[in-house]
């Protein structure tokens, strides 16, 4: 049962970063450095402030590994640079695609190198469909969205950085969990010290923010609900799930993103794209299905 709250928890934080890519095209002015700085900084510091109890009563266990917590404070740290400057340079849908759809394959070969996974049929069976649906979601736009961003390979790689930098801190905060560290404890930290880190970017880059209500508005929404709300649920879900599965389940990002980015941004969705997202969803069926099987 605690299994399948932590799937749920995994989803419902899914969908609520999947509106980021929208919400951050409604602050043209902002520069996408800030918007992540501020977004995943202040969303992380607050996370830090729920949780200051139970850091106090994990102190000396968040001592003993603190290899994990200083990696994934630093990958907290890059994730939101290089997701939004992604999504800016590529795309949302393409931005959004890259930096999620890469993170689960990611996260299993992290976890494979630690042996924290084991391979199984199922599951490359559905990483495949999975790699194949993001691939055709990612590049099924018309050649009028393609000439629209000029950098599509940089955002790319940039993508690949915050798929990276995902699984690395999903998986150094599993890490923490497994030693016996509550969960809030282990994200508040993890979160905390990369909030911390990502001060200097935000100072530096947001000259702006106050300039119009928009900024104002989206910057408290990216912060308040994707978040501080949407790492809640995900913090739970990793208490209960494995770093992959759950990197795995927010392959639904991508698809909230694209569906969004098609009714309020005008990003055209083709027959193609609509395909992969279908097989993102049997991806998602299979790899969940596989998991609750074999546990």
């Known amino acids: 049962m605690n299994k399948y709250l932590g799937i749920f928890t995994v989803i419902l934080a899914s969908l609520l970063w999947g509106t980021t890519g929208t919400a951050a095209t409604f602050a043209p002015t902002l520069s996408p450095l800030f918007i992540g700085s501020f977004a995943m900084g202040i969303g992380g510091i607050l ?9 106090k009563q994990n102190h000396s266990l968040l001592i003993a590994p603190s290899r994990f917590l200083v990696v994934g404070a630093l990958a907290v740290a890059i994730y939101p640079l290089a997701f939004y400057s992604s999504m800016r340079l590529a795309g949302v849908t393409i931005g959004t695609v890259v930096s999620i759809g890469s993170a689960p394959i990611l996260s299993a070969i992290i976890e494979y190198i630690s042996r924290d996974f084991q391979v199984t049929k199922q599951w ?3 990483a495949l469909l999975g790699i194949i649906g993001m691939t055709m979601l990612a590049f099924s736009e018309n050649a009028s969205i393609i000439i629209e961003y000029n950098h599509v390979g940089l955002g790319i790689l ?14 150094s905060a599993r890490q923490l969990m497994l030693k016996g560290i509550d969960s809030k404890a282990a994200m508040g930290a993890t979160f905390g010290c990369g909030g911390l880190l990502l001060i200097p970017v935000m100072l530096i880059t947001g000259t702006s923010f106050f300039a119009a209500w928009n900024n104002i508005a989206v910057g408290c929404y ?7 709300l949407g790492y809640q649920c995900y913090g739970y879900g990793l208490s209960k799930i494995s770093a992959s599965l759950a990197t795995t389940i927010s392959l639904l990002e991508p698809v909230i993103a694209a569906i969004l980015a098609m009714i309020i941004v005008g990003e055209s969705l083709s027959l193609i794209a ?3 997202m279908l097989f ?8 969940t299905l596989s998991s609750v099987i074999n546990n």
């Open 274 to 276: 609509w395909i992969g």
């Open 124 to 126: 490359v069976i559905g």
């Open 158 to 171: 940039l993508g690949l950085i915050a798929g990276f930098t995902y699984a690395l801190y999903s998986w």
């Open 280 to 287: 993102i969803f049997v991806c998602l069926i299979i790899v």
């Open 47 to 55: 996370q830090c402030g729920l949780a200051i109890y139970n850091i």
């Open 222 to 228: 990216m912060a308040l609900i994707p978040m501080f």
